[in-house]
């Protein structure tokens, strides 16, 4: 059985579902980054699937800069869960709401 451009979209389909579901309904924000990483791949496996159907570079180009901003994204985002887990002494997103706020 040859593997053609439906099943690799196919993946890429189930994959950003399953990463846009645990977007919303999580409330750890570990899971949220890990989901995030979860759609960014999904994306990534659409483009270079579809660019290797076409025998074009571009797919695979954009997919680059892609893993580009999910790295820096994936960077920036662990510093502020480390600054916020230092803060609040945990990982939920309820916590977010009471960080701006000062104390009575």
Do not use: P, W
């Not at 579809?50 to 510093?79: C, H, P, R, T, W």
Request: proline residues 0%.
């Amino acid at each position: 059985m040859i593997i053609g451009l439906n099943h690799y979209l196919f993946v890429s389909i189930c994959m950003f579902i399953l990463g846009l579901i645990g977007v919303m309904k999580r409330s750890n924000l570990i899971m949220l980054f890990i989901s995030t990483e979860i759609l960014l791949n999904a994306a990534n496996i659409a483009l270079v699937a579809i660019g290797e159907y076409k025998a074009d570079l571009n797919g695979q180009v954009f997919a680059i800069f892609i893993m580009g901003i999910a790295a820096s994204e994936l960077a920036v985002g662990l510093g502020l869960l480390v600054r916020f887990y230092k803060k609040t002494g945990s990982f939920s997103i309820q916590d977010l709401q009471t960080i701006g706020q000062k104390d009575d």
